[in-house]
């Protein structure tokens, strides 16, 4: 029986992951094709649990709203996002009772505070959405609502890796070199969420486009920009902020920062993917993977530039973000779960 409970909060933390994925790339698709204003209010879309399709809705939803005509190409990205993000609040709610639940039935040692977290990340997700929508688009609210959402999907990898047991036994000198790794994984990993942050602002921002030829922008290494504008984050609204309202050299300060950050990251990637190939060979499965991530998502990157942003691509930029965090996310848990199998027989 306790077995069993076990396997099931397992499969629900999988499960919630999977939708979590799904909830980040429809966020992606929703902002990227300007279709985070399609409905003007919240938590429905003019007034439906859906959005208006038949004539005699979308008259009476303009009726209503006369400042934003229905545009159908945009309602239903907006609530078929809503709809997704709101199940996997459910789910993650489902999963908090069964961890606490199953916590108060057992003396085993369950996340019961990691699960509380999630739920406490998801509803403040939920307020961040309904924000985006009442602020207009603010840059800062559109941002900390993308890395809101990244934290969730790695917070629920996170747990699948724990209520797994998706731990590394090694022996002692690996042991000993993995424990070693440990500085560099979490600075690249921080690296990592910031370069994320950098992402989001230069979306929200609309300066994915601030610069239109590689490696160079606008034919020059080092092109004029606006550092204090670009990243102003007492910066006004406006009416709203569909389209954005910094100056281009504001909006190139923004976008030369996000590739100034890939170049970072990129660095620091490899210099760990290189320690990790000098392991054993768990270590070199993730090494290749991270590598593997990297290379797609730096070369999605230049693809957005390159062709002028076209959204398949763009979407596809933000879905390799959300994997190269989610192989570190991995990572980072091997190394500090890891276990040094000559302990463990000691121990015994």
Same mark, same amino acid.
């Given at each position: 029986?306790?077995?069993? #409970?076990f396997?099931?909060?397992?499969? #629900?933390?999988?499960?919630?992951?999977? %939708?979590?994925c799904?909830?980040?790339?429809?966020? *992606?698709?929703? $902002?990227?094709?300007?279709?985070?204003?399609g409905?003007?209010?919240?938590?429905?879309?003019y007034?439906? !649990? /859906?959005?208006?399709?038949?004539?005699e809705?979308?008259? /009476?939803a303009?009726?209503?709203? @006369?400042? /934003? @005509?229905?545009?159908?190409?945009?309602?239903?990205?907006?609530?078929v996002?809503?709809?997704?993000?709101?199940?996997?609040?459910?789910?993650?709610?489902?999963?908090?009772?069964?961890?606490?639940? $199953?916590?108060g039935?057992?003396?085993? $040692?369950? &996340?019961?505070?990691?699960?509380l977290?999630?739920l406490?990340?998801?509803?403040?997700?939920?307020?961040?959405?309904?924000?985006?929508?009442?602020?207009? %688009?603010?840059?800062?609210?559109?941002?900390?609502?993308?890395?809101?959402?990244?934290?969730?999907?790695?917070?629920?990898?996170?747990?699948?890796?724990r209520?797994?047991?998706?731990?590394w036994?090694?022996?002692?000198?690996?042991y000993t070199?993995?424990?070693?790794? =440990? &500085?560099?994984?979490?600075?690249v990993? !921080?690296?990592?969420?910031?370069?994320?942050? %950098?992402?989001?602002?230069?979306?929200?921002?609309?300066?994915? #486009?601030?610069?239109t030829?590689? @490696?160079?922008?606008?034919?020059?290494?080092?092109?004029?920009?606006?550092?204090?504008?670009?990243?102003?984050?007492?910066?006004?609204?406006?009416?709203?902020?569909?389209?954005?309202? #910094?100056?281009?050299?504001a $909006?190139?300060?923004?976008? !030369?920062?996000?590739?100034?950050?890939?170049l970072?990251?990129?660095?620091?990637?490899?210099?760990?993917?290189?320690?990790?190939l000098?392991?054993?060979?768990e270590a070199?499965?993730?090494?290749?993977?991270?590598? *593997?991530?990297?290379l797609?998502?730096?070369?999605?990157?230049?693809?957005?530039?390159a062709?002028?942003? @076209?959204?398949?691509?763009?979407?596809?930029?933000?879905?390799?973000?959300?994997?190269?965090? %989610?192989?570190?996310?991995?990572?980072?848990? =091997?190394?500090?779960?890891a276990?040094?199998?000559?302990?463990?027989?000691?121990?015994?």
């Amino acid at each position: 029986m306790q077995q069993k #409970l076990f396997v099931w909060g397992y499969r #629900l933390a999988l499960a919630a992951t999977v %939708l979590a994925c799904i909830v980040v790339v429809l966020g *992606a698709f929703t $902002r990227l094709s300007d279709a985070g204003l399609g409905c003007p209010d919240w938590p429905g879309c003019y007034g439906h !649990m /859906t959005w208006p399709t038949t004539d005699e809705h979308v008259a /009476t939803a303009e009726a209503l709203f @006369p400042e /934003t @005509p229905v545009e159908h190409d945009k309602t239903w990205p907006e609530m078929v996002h809503r709809h997704f993000a709101g199940t996997l609040g459910l789910l993650i709610l489902a999963l908090t009772v069964l961890t606490w639940w $199953r916590a108060g039935k057992t003396s085993e $040692r369950l &996340p019961r505070g990691h699960t509380l977290g999630l739920l406490v990340l998801v509803i403040v997700q939920a307020a961040f959405g309904m924000w985006t929508v009442t602020l207009k %688009l603010w840059p800062q609210v559109v941002t900390a609502h993308l890395l809101g959402g990244f934290a969730t999907l790695s917070l629920l990898w996170l747990l699948v890796q724990r209520l797994g047991d998706k731990n590394w036994h090694l022996a002692e000198g690996v042991y000993t070199r993995v424990r070693a790794l =440990r &500085p560099l994984v979490v600075v690249v990993l !921080m690296l990592v969420v910031v370069q994320i942050a %950098l992402g989001g602002w230069t979306s929200s921002n609309y300066a994915a #486009l601030a610069c239109t030829d590689f @490696p160079t922008c606008h034919g020059e290494w080092w092109p004029d920009m606006d550092v204090a504008r670009g990243f102003n984050l007492a910066q006004g609204i406006g009416p709203n902020y569909l389209g954005g309202l #910094l100056e281009g050299e504001a $909006r190139t300060a923004i976008h !030369m920062a996000h590739r100034l950050g890939a170049l970072v990251v990129s660095v620091s990637v490899l210099l760990l993917v290189i320690r990790l190939l000098r392991i054993g060979k768990e270590a070199k499965v993730l090494g290749f993977t991270l590598l *593997a991530v990297l290379l797609l998502q730096v070369s999605l990157g230049i693809t957005n530039v390159a062709a002028h942003l @076209p959204l398949p691509v763009a979407v596809a930029h933000n879905a390799g973000g959300a994997l190269l965090l %989610l192989v570190l996310m991995t990572l980072t848990h =091997r190394v500090y779960s890891a276990q040094s199998t000559t302990a463990c027989i000691k121990t015994e």
